[in-house]
């Protein structure tokens, strides 16, 4: 069993906006824990979205996630790691024109591997989307969006829309 703990780390925020964005965050339910990646991923888009939803209400900024693991050893917890996962790639596909709605979509397609925590399609597609939004490269994308056709052709996952596409590749990585 692992544990994470999750903190975003402010770059510019009033104390009420981060502890009204925070008790928002509490209220939503469904992280993807498939992994540890994917659970920090799933958080720092719910944040994006947070931050987007409240812009005309309050100015904000996120700088990343600060993040710590547990993992369970007999009757004992140690710590597994930690770390701080940058929020500039997501910060950059929020800011374009169709980027909530790429948001919304990558939050959907997290929202699809955590369900049921079953092996298959739709929990390789969430890892391959964590290792994606971790480190953003072409290939990554590629290994992503094969899975993604793949998931669209047998069961029924839905394909990205130009705009939302257009957000995202648009500060990919080629290496």
């Given at each position: 069993m692992i544990g994470i703990t999750l903190i975003p780390n402010p770059l510019k925020v009033f104390v009420d906006n981060h502890r009204q964005i925070q008790e928002d965050l509490k209220a939503e339910k469904g992280i993807c824990t498939i992994s540890s990646t994917t659970a920090i991923?799933?958080?720092?888009?719910?944040?994006?979205?947070?931050?987007?939803?409240?812009?005309?209400?309050?100015?904000?900024?996120?700088?990343?996630?600060v993040f710590n693991l547990v993992k369970s050893t007999g009757h004992q917890t140690k710590p597994g790691g930690g770390g701080k996962y940058s929020l500039s790639f997501i910060d950059k596909v929020a800011n374009e024109k169709y980027g909530y709605k790429a948001l919304?979509?990558?939050?959907?397609?997290l929202r699809l591997g955590r369900l049921g925590f079953k092996k298959g399609l739709n929990q390789s597609l969430a890892l391959a989307l964590a290792d994606f939004l971790i480190h953003p490269t072409l290939d990554n994308f590629r290994r992503c969006e094969d899975l993604n056709i793949r998931g669209y052709i047998n069961e029924n996952v839905p394909l990205w829309k130009e705009g939302e596409l257009e957000a995202i590749l648009r500060h990919v990585e080629v290496v």
């Open positions: 991923v799933h958080y720092a888009i719910k944040i994006a979205k947070k931050v987007l939803e409240s812009k005309e209400s309050f100015d904000i900024k996120y700088d990343s996630i919304e979509r990558l939050d959907e397609i």
